[in-house]
Structure formats: C-alpha cells, structure tokens
C-alpha cells in the first residue's frame, strides 16, 4: 500500500489513481495523520501532495520532521517538495519567475532510480510561485529547469524523493513512468491489487454496514449511478429501492431510457421508482442564474423528493448516492479549494431525513468505476455511457433554465452526439455535448433578421477528468453538426466550439 498524504491542492486524488493503475492499493489521508498511525499502517512508500500554501508561513500545513527517519521512501510532489526541503534544512523562498503550465524540464542525473526510461528533456505541468532555492544537505539535484534550479532532488541513501513538477497530471507526458518508477523501484510494491478485490470487499462492506436496514439509491442511469446500484444489489438485494428522478434536466428521450434498463421489464431485479419532477424543478429554478446556486437548489431538490418517496415506502435508513473522486475533490472537501459543489456533495443541504449517506465509490475515478461495472457484469454500452452531471442541463444551460431552454439543448445535444458517434469521432472522447449559451446574436435566415441563441459544442480527452484537453473533431463532422442544429432547432442561429482544456476550464460550463 501507497500512503498519500493531502496537503490541499487540486490534483491529490489523481495521485491515488496514478498509483492504483499500477495495481498497487492507495489510501489518501490528510497531513495530519499521526506518526504511530502511519506506523500501524506500514506503507511501502508515502507520497506528500501539492498544496496551495507557502511551507514557511506559521499557519501553513506541515508534518513532523520524524516522517523522514520512518525508514519509508518518501516523494514529495510541488508542495511536498519543498515541505521537505524546508523541514530538512534546505531553503524554500518566492521565485523570481513563477511556473506555470507545460515546462521543459531537464533530467540532470538519469542515473536516478525515479527517472528511469525517461528523456533527459521532458514536458512536465508546474504550478509553483515558490521554489527551492537550495536543496538540503545529502541530496542531489536530479532535475532543473531555466528558472527553476531545483525541478527535482532526491536523498538515495534515504529513498528520499521530490519533484516540483505534477507527475501525476497527464500534461507531463513521462509522469506514470516517473510515478511507476518510485511504487515499484523505489518502494518495491509487488503491483497485486486488482478490481476484483475492490467490489468483492465494498459488497461485503455494505452487507454488515446495512444489515437488515433499507436502503434508497439515487438513480440517474448514468455509470456512476448505476454501478453503486448493482453493487447495492448484490449486497442487499430487495432490501434497495432505486429512485429514478426525472427533473426534467436529462438528455433527449434519456428518461425513458434509464426506465427501460432498471424498470419493471428491464435487467435487474430491484425495486425502481420514477418520479417525474420536471415542473417541481423548473419552478424553483425560475429566475435564478447564479451557477452554485442553480447546483444547490437543483441538489436539495433531489434529496427532498427522495425524503418524501421514502416515507412512501416506509422507513429507509440510508441514501445511496454514486458520488465519485472528482466530485468530491472539486466541491472542495477538506482543505482543497472549492471549484464547484456536485448536487451529491459540496450541494447537499444541511439537514438530510436519512440515517447515513452511502456512497460506494467515493475512492475511485471514473475508469475505476467502469472496472468495477465490467467486474459486475453490467452490459458493456451501459459501463461506457459517457459521464452526464447530476444537475444535468441545469449547468449546460447558461442563465436562468426554462422549458424551452431545455427543449432547445436537449435537440442539439441530441443532433450533435447523433452525428460524433455517425462519423466514429467518439472512440477517444472522454465526454462531449451540446451546451446553450446566453449569448443571442443576430442572424439571418430565409432572407430574414433572427435574434436567437448560440449554442456551444464541447468535446474533450480525458482518462481521469481531472485534466482535459480540447478534442479536435474533424471539421466535416462540425459542419454537418452545425448545419443540421441551425436547421432543426428553433431558437438557434449560431453555433460555436470549445477549444478549452482542464485546467484552465471546467469539463462542464458551470
């Protein structure tokens, strides 16, 4: 097991993935975490996560200098890099010239167990404004970059590792093997945890968590959903109830969909509820245009219709939701900064009528969760659904949402996935859509003046949805795309593409 230690930065959970794609087990806990627990924990090998701070301000997070004579390989990683330095009497100071985004870095000593099999110049992602300006004494500079001096150093004798670049991000294009190099050459992990073992230990888990109690799945029939109510299923059979909500937010015909997988003549043998809440929603949306608070109001909305079908089928203690890693890391629990709240995290109200809320894989990221359908058998057209956000076109629909803002994005997305998937564009695409701006321009059309809406298409690479680049879509593909939604969707005269990756953008435009 890789122990990671969370000092609040963006990328922490990534690391975890990194890592378990390698097939070693990795627990994230935060820095506080004390010296005998770590002990009792006995990692192979503790990895110190990036952070936001500066490492010699009084209030900054820290660990005990102790972590270091442990006997376990340690690397830090941008603000673990320079915790350590700064605990291990090398100097940390503000850069005369900040980094930030892809850097050429050079590998000085490739001699390193950590740069094995990579390029003595290679692309890696900084995000730093500070930097080591000295490395402390017993370590040798591995690594460096025109502004940076110290891009990465490393103790041997002490198996004692540090970069300042984000090995983990995809943006660094050596990083797995860099990140492969310090689990299995450093730390010596045998690469044994599979899949398999996660849904076999997370049913037995939910078996003696929920014993003889009732539980109540929120199910959207997305990958997330779905997965976390197959293994509810597996685990308590009849004692789950799967509760559809059609908030009138979804994608074309997507209702009917989901009902035809999990309903009364569908695959599973579970008890399934679909409420159709589309005017509930819509009503207490009006009005309102502010992101956060549309994801707010969209996420206490769900749990209230919840409450209200549990109390229809009488006393249910717990609500089982498929929030997953990149939910929780950017509704910004812990010390992370908040990006946006998930209607499943960061957007629950305060008060919730259920005994626990139970969420089965809240570790794991999306690949992960796709592991664990094809583990349980869930048909393969289903495990790769591409992702949709629980607020669904509440956040693809810019400014106040209405019925026919909904009607409008619904048949682009509709058009625009039609015509991706026609041409096989969508076999790398990580997730792609339609989103309706607030932008209305003038237009002409038949020879005369329209004033209608823009409509922005979005199609990004992803392995992790952590980080993302812009996909570039062949452009007889967005011709005909935008051709046929001028044409059938009423309300739109133009139509736009998003060229932005993650960082500096969102996946999703609110």
């Known amino acids: ?128 404004t500070d930097y080591i300006a000295e490395a402390p004494a017993g370590f040798t500079v591995t690594a460096s970059t025109p502004v940076c001096p110290v891009a990465a150093m490393e103790n041997a004798a002490k198996n004692l590792y540090a970069t300042q670049f984000h090995p983990e991000v995809m943006h660094t294009v050596q990083g797995k093997t860099m990140l492969k190099n310090f689990v299995y050459e450093v730390c010596g992990c045998a690469g044994e945890w599979k899949m398999d073992s996660f849904v076999k230990t997370t049913v037995e888990e939910l078996k003696a968590k929920i014993g003889n109690g009732r539980a109540l799945c929120a199910l959207s029939g997305g990958v997330d959903s779905s997965v976390a109510a197959v293994l509810l299923s597996k685990a308590i059979g009849k004692q789950l109830t799967c509760v559809f909500v059609d908030h009138g937010l979804l994608r074309k015909d997507e209702g009917d969909q989901v009902e035809a997988v999990f309903g009364p003549n569908g695959s599973y043998d579970v008890n399934f509820i679909r409420v159709n809440a589309k005017d509930r929603f819509y009503a207490k949306l009006a009005g309102v245009t502010e992101p956060e608070q549309k994801r707010k109001i969209i996420g206490e909305e769900f749990i209230r219709v919840f409450e209200e079908e549990a109390k229809k089928i009488g006393a249910v203690d717990y609500l089982v939701q498929g929030t997953i890693y990149p939910d929780v890391i950017e509704s910004g629990l812990g010390k992370s ?65 209405t019925e026919e803002k909904v009607k409008i994005v619904q048949e682009a997305d509709a058009i625009y996935r039609e015509e991706v998937a026609k041409a096989g564009a969508d076999k790398n695409l990580g997730q792609y859509f339609a989103a309706l701006t607030n932008m209305r321009s003038v237009g002409v059309m038949g020879d005369g003046r329209t004033y209608d809406y823009a409509i922005a298409l979005r199609a990004v690479m992803t392995s992790d949805f952590m980080t993302a680049e812009s996909a570039q879509l062949p452009w007889d593909v967005l011709q005909k795309t935008t051709t046929r939604i001028v044409n059938e969707v009423k309300g739109v005269n133009r139509v736009m593409y998003d060229c932005t990756g993650k960082p500096p953008a969102t996946i999703e435009f609110e």
């Open 1 to 128: 097991m890789i122990l990671v230690l969370d000092f609040g930065g963006q990328y922490n959970q990534l690391i975890a993935r990194r890592v378990r794609e390698n097939h070693v087990y990795c627990e994230v806990h935060p820095h506080t975490l004390s010296l005998d627990k770590i002990r009792e924990m006995a990692p192979k090998g503790i990895i110190l996560t990036g952070g936001p701070n500066s490492v010699y301000k009084a209030d900054s997070a820290s660990c005990s200098p102790e972590l270091f004579e442990l006997g376990i390989p340690v690397m830090g990683i941008c603000y673990g890099s320079q915790l350590m330095s700064h605990l291990l009497g090398g100097k940390v100071a503000t850069a005369p010239t900040s980094e930030y985004g892809k850097t050429e870095v050079t590998i000085d000593e490739q001699g390193s167990k950590l740069f094995q099999g990579v390029d003595k110049k290679t692309i890696c992602w900084m995000s730093h």
């Open 337 to 401: 900064a908040v990006i946006k709240s998930h209607h499943n995290v960061g957007g629950l109200p305060d008060y919730v009528d259920f005994k626990e809320i139970v969420e089965p894989l809240r570790l794991l990221f999306k690949d992960e969760v796709r592991a664990a359908g094809r583990e349980l058998g869930i048909p393969e057209y289903l495990v790769n659904r591409q992702p949709f956000p629980g607020p669904g076109l509440g956040i693809r629909i810019i400014g106040e949402v």
